[in-house]
């Protein structure tokens, strides 16, 4: 069994602030799970994060598709498992936001 954190919470209650800090202080890679964060160009009500943020540390599941793509809750599993797999093999902490 692998570590894992997982922040919820309403739109700006802090969520991408708190992975970040926890990210810089555990050695850890943020995975996001906001379904309209995967599409590009969808920014605007997202709440993406900065190029700045995302320099802080790392961020996946961000700009994966366009907004005229399909991409189902499975494709969205595939996808995320593989994340996650490739951040245990970096022996990093995955934080999901």
Same mark, same amino acid.
């Given at each position: ?6 922040? #919820? ?21 943020? #995975?996001?799970? %906001? ?27 961000? %700009? ?10 499975? %494709? ?20 999901? #936001?």
């Amino acid at each position: 069994m692998y570590p894992v954190i997982a922040i #919820v919470g309403p739109t700006a209650s802090g969520k991408s602030e708190l992975a970040l800090s926890l990210a810089e202080r555990l050695s850890g890679e943020i #995975v996001n799970y %906001d379904s309209v964060q995967i599409f590009r160009g969808l920014n605007i009500g997202a709440a993406k994060p900065t190029l700045q943020e995302q320099q802080r540390a790392p961020h996946y599941m961000i %700009d994966l598709r366009e907004p005229t793509e399909i991409f189902t809750a499975g %494709d969205y599993q595939r996808e995320a498992r593989r994340v996650l797999g490739e951040i245990r093999e970096r022996r990093k902490l995955p934080i999901l #936001v």
